[in-house]
């Protein structure tokens, strides 16, 4: 099984401020690794696939980034929309498919 | 755009069991294949398994082999999970989610049902 590991566990970001987050796997997933936003008491919601993808209607300001087992999600211009909870999800090799514990970013 | 509706939440006794269904509404039931994922209360992202509607083929998590089956009605575009030997550690929010290809190594989710909260308790 590939875990997923993501950092740091809470990020806070003042508003307008750019967030980093990481993602990495126990081993390589190429790029075959998403990204999702939660908001509270709400479904996932797609960000990125293919690493670096933007999915449909997903805003410029979120950027992936990385291959084999080092991913970034950036997200700049914090709006207050976006402070919520990302996870990282592998799709290289499974079962199982495996996310990230998640990375909440709250507001400084 | 397809749609996913999950029914509603579910109060279940320890070692009973739980039919959860998810219906698509839009697009076509047979070019995506559904997960489902469960999220305890303050957790992250748990697969439990996955289902390709136009071929009835499921896969499952080692964690859930042998309590979860994955089922699919193409008639009416619903997919169903049932969770058996429900323990107080299940009470969670289950998700359906479809991928947006059937692809292979695409297994990624650009639509989720609702969740549908399931509490486990004597």
């Known amino acids: 099984e590939i875990v997923m590991t993501q950092s740091p566990v809470t990020l806070s970001v003042s508003p307008g401020e750019r967030a980093t987050l990481s993602c990495t796997a126990s081993q390589s997933v190429t790029t075959n690794l998403a990204w999702y936003q939660q908001q509270p008491g709400q479904a996932p919601r797609l960000l990125i696939y293919?690493?670096?993808t933007r999915a449909t209607g997903i805003p410029a300001r979120f950027t992936g980034s990385g291959s084999g087992t080092e991913f970034t999600l950036t997200i700049s211009g914090l709006q207050s929309e976006d402070f919520a909870v990302y996870f990282c999800q592998q799709y290289d090799n499974w079962p199982p498919l495996t996310f990230g514990g998640g990375t909440k970013v709250e507001i400084k | 755009q397809v749609q996913l509706m999950q029914s509603g939440a579910e109060v279940k006794k320890p070692g009973s069991s739980v039919k959860v269904s998810c219906k698509a509404s839009?697009?076509?039931?047979?070019?995506?294949?559904i997960s489902w994922m469960r999220q305890a209360p303050g957790q992250g992202l748990e697969w439990v398994g996955r289902?390709?509607?136009?071929?009835?083929?499921?896969n499952y998590a080692e964690e859930f082999q042998g309590r979860v089956t994955l089922t699919a009605d193409k008639s009416t575009g619903t997919a169903y999970m049932e969770l058996t030997s429900l323990r107080s550690d299940d009470t969670a929010v289950f998700y359906c989610?479809?991928?947006?290809?059937?692809?292979?190594?695409?297994?990624?989710?650009?639509?989720w049902g609702q969740g549908t909260l399931l509490t486990v308790s004597s």
């Open positions: 289902i390709i509607p136009s071929l009835g083929i499921a």
């Open positions: 293919d690493a670096s």
């Open positions: 839009g697009g076509t039931f047979s070019d995506y294949s």
């Open positions: 989610a479809k991928t947006l290809k059937l692809e292979w190594k695409a297994d990624f989710f650009d639509n």
